[in-house]
């Protein structure tokens, strides 16, 4: 048996294991063993780091990289190699354009300069300081006038030698005229050197401790960034402790673990605050206002987020990038989905690019959206960028409201299976209607997954397998405006509506429901609490503060980094995208206009068409099977169908209502007549000029009137 070891015995590696980075298990070694035949046996024991070796500081390797940040990577060394070539070029223009100025300086310092020559040559050449001296001697009672004479003769005998220096620097002046005038006469090049020999020395003789030939050049940030801008940014910001003087010594100050380097167009550093200071990079992150404000930049430049413990991160460190200018505004970037064929819905949608035009893809499956931020920010198209991605999978049914009822999203007609226009009574119903059976739809499907083999469906959701095996295609719902319907509901449809929405959003992703929903103003008002907390991946273009940002984003989002009111007017179709509890970026997303859009929307058709899904209300449209077979329907018949989409009959205020809803420019000036006429000159023939809804009649149009001017073959087609 082993003897039991003592504590004595045990050898202490504890400053070792501080000063390393590497993990070997402590082991104790008995009083026989010795650390080489520890070593050599395979224990672990690093025998450099062992007591008692002389060597051990010598040897060992510090864990230090070889190179600096900037030049581990051939990226990094061109980055900084073109920074470096952008200061220099900035440099040069700077002082070029004030070489006029310089040259001006540079010719009074020369004269203040000779000024100061001649001044001090002057005492020497009239021996003035030798008279000052005989008569400070005569002054002193005290002295005898041997010493007085004795002065007296030294006066005299310099004086002497001063006459005839002035000779010798006569003729040198002499000399100097004559080589002027000869200088006159020279090569241009020639005199120009000479004047800088003669020049530059007087203007140095000249200059003085508060004169600068040259102006103090500032480079603007985007050349420029240093450790010690980033320790005096955020001190100022009063995340690390001031001096009460000028002497910086002995102030904390941040670790960089890498850079300040160039990265792509700005400056890139990962920084842990120092420890004893209380700062987190939750604090960091909630002064960055004030952080950009002293870097010299907008905060839209700054980019800053913390570096998580998978990344090699701490409760410490963040990593800050800041731009040479603003990230998000030039050329808007086109869609990917604009030239693609064909898109698997069940793969992530490319949405848009970051500061640093890194590319953004939203994965949609299993999760529900919401989009928020004013009006004319681009929040619409950005929301019809998932909606798109599902246009071109064949196995994806659109389900479609839209409560401003414009032209967003009447392309849809020819795709989804659902679609609703607008926020008056017969469309709320309508988009009840459309709820209901969405949920029907969801306990559907939900029975039939629960009684499928976990050989076929493992984890109780839907596959793409089974989609295909048993035709249960992806389900996208897509609401905007969602206010508008709130606004308009009465408050027992409000809140069965809600209910709705809330179980769609909350269940139907295992389904395969997508929820896509947007809204202007998201309050608990318009969008209650319970509905907005539910969504997974929320984005939000500008909005007017704060607490706005926090209502689209999630509550605190802004203290973390998260804020949608740091954007200006010029941001469209910029906004940040939040998708999980600590994940988020601010995305410039694709663009995507209304006529490709459009395009998507007819090819999403036809692919449906080729697979046997074109279902719903997008079979059975009239005006989308014209577009289909290359028929002209007049543009004002198409209009009016897309009005009258969820009623048989409508009075014509209402109907002009919904068509100026669509085109205020075509139907802004529209009337009673001018609607009649413009009817009748497409082929509308009313069999009775008179409607009947809810008891009341007036003045109206019937839908079979207005259909009936639609070719039969165009009828027949749609199902009519």
């Keep these: 048996m082993t003897e039991p070891v003592s504590e004595a015995t045990v050898l202490s590696l504890d400053e070792h294991r501080a000063a390393r980075t590497d993990t070997t298990t402590p082991i104790v070694l008995d009083k026989t063993t010795t650390p080489t035949e520890a070593a050599a046996e395979g224990t672990g024991v690093d025998v450099v780091d062992l007591p008692g070796n002389p060597l051990a500081d010598w040897l060992t390797v510090p864990d230090l990289p070889v190179l600096p940040v900037w030049a581990r990577s051939v990226k990094s060394i061109r980055d900084n190699a073109a920074a470096l070539g952008r200061v220099a070029w900035w440099h040069f223009r700077y002082h070029g354009v004030r070489t006029p100025k310089y040259l001006l300086k540079t010719v009074l310092l020369a004269v203040r300069g000779f000024y100061r020559a001649a001044k001090g040559l002057w005492p020497t050449l009239s021996a003035q300081e030798k008279s000052a001296t005989v008569k400070a001697l005569r002054a002193q009672s005290k002295l005898r006038p041997e010493d007085i004479e004795l002065a007296a003769r030294h006066q005299a005998a310099y004086a002497e030698r001063t006459q005839s220096r002035r000779w010798r620097f006569g003729l040198a ?52 960034m240093s450790a010690q801008q980033l320790n005096d940014a955020l001190r100022a910001a009063g995340l690390l402790k001031s001096g ?13 673990t890498m850079g300040p380097v160039r990265d792509g167009r700005g400056w890139s550093v990962i920084f842990d605050m120092p420890r004893g200071g209380g700062k987190t990079a939750s604090d960091v992150l909630a002064k960055r206002e004030v952080i950009a404000q002293e870097l010299g930049v907008d905060e839209i430049q700054v980019i800053m987020s913390r570096v998580r413990a998978v990344n090699g991160g701490n409760a410490g460190r963040v990593s800050m990038w800041v731009s040479d200018d603003d990230p998000y505004l030039g050329t808007p970037n086109p869609s990917p989905l604009e030239k693609a064929e064909t898109f698997s819905i069940w793969e992530p949608v490319p949405f848009g690019q970051d500061a ?51 032209a967003d999203w009447m392309p849809m007609k020819a795709v989804a299976h659902r679609l609703v226009m607008g926020a008056e009574d017969d469309a709320i119903n309508a988009l009840k209607a459309m709820l209901a059976e969405l949920l029907a739809e969801m306990e559907r499907r939900f029975a039939l997954l629960r009684d499928l083999p976990t050989s076929v469906c493992p984890e109780g959701k839907l596959t793409p ?56 103003r998201p309050d608990a008002d318009s969008v209650p609490t319970k509905l907005r907390e539910i969504i997974s991946i929320r984005y939000s273009t500008q909005v007017v503060d704060r607490a706005s940002s926090d209502m689209v984003l999630g509550k605190g989002k802004a203290a973390q980094g998260a804020d949608a009111s740091v954007l200006s007017e010029e941001h469209k179709g910029v906004g940040v995208l939040v998708t999980g509890p600590a994940s988020y970026v601010t995305v410039r997303a694709d663009y995507l206009d209304g006529p490709t859009f459009a395009q998507l929307c007819r090819k999403g058709r036809a692919l449906r068409e080729a697979a046997g899904q074109l279902t719903g209300d997008a079979a059975g449209d009239v005006t989308a099977a014209a577009d289909a077979a290359g028929v002209t329907v007049p543009p004002i018949v198409s ?16 109907l002009l209502a919904g068509l100026v809803n669509i085109d205020e420019d075509t139907y802004g000036d529209f009337n009673a007549e001018a609607l009649a006429s413009a009817l009748e000159a497409a082929g509308v023939k009313r069999t009775s000029k008179q409607v009947k809804i809810s008891g009341s009649n007036g003045a109206g149009y019937q839908r079979r009137d207005i259909e009936a001017a639609v070719p039969a073959e165009i009828l027949l087609s749609a199902g009519r």
């Design 244 to 256: 009460s003087g000028k002497d910086e010594k002995g102030l904390p100050r941040v670790a960089c």
């Design 173 to 224: 002046a002499v000399g100097v005229a004559a080589a002027a005038g000869g200088i006159l006469l020279a090569d241009p090049l020639l005199q120009a050197a000479i004047g800088a020999a003669v020049t530059v020395p007087l203007a140095h003789l000249g200059r003085g401790e508060e004169t600068r030939l040259l102006d103090q050049a500032a480079p603007p940030i985007r050349v420029d």
């Design 639 to 654: 209009d009016v169908l897309e009005v009258m989409r969820h009623s048989p009959r409508m009075f014509t205020p209402d």
């Design 356 to 406: 640093r035009g890194t590319r953004i893809n939203v994965p949609v499956m299993w999760q529900s959206m919401f989009f928020g931020g004013l009006p004319r920010r681009g929040k619409t198209f950005t929301q019809r960028l998932l909606t798109a991605a599902g246009l071109l999978d064949a196995y994806v049914r659109h389900y479609v409201a839209d409560g401003k009822g414009g």
């Design 465 to 520: 397998e089974i989609v295909a095996r048993y035709n249960l295609p992806v389900i996208f719902v897509t609401i905007d405006e969602l206010q508008e319907y709130f606004t308009a509901m009465e408050r027992e449809d409000r809140e069965q509506v809600i209910n709705d929405l809330c179980r769609i959003a909350r269940r139907g992703p295992a389904a395969g429901f997508i929820s896509n929903f947007a809204s202007q």
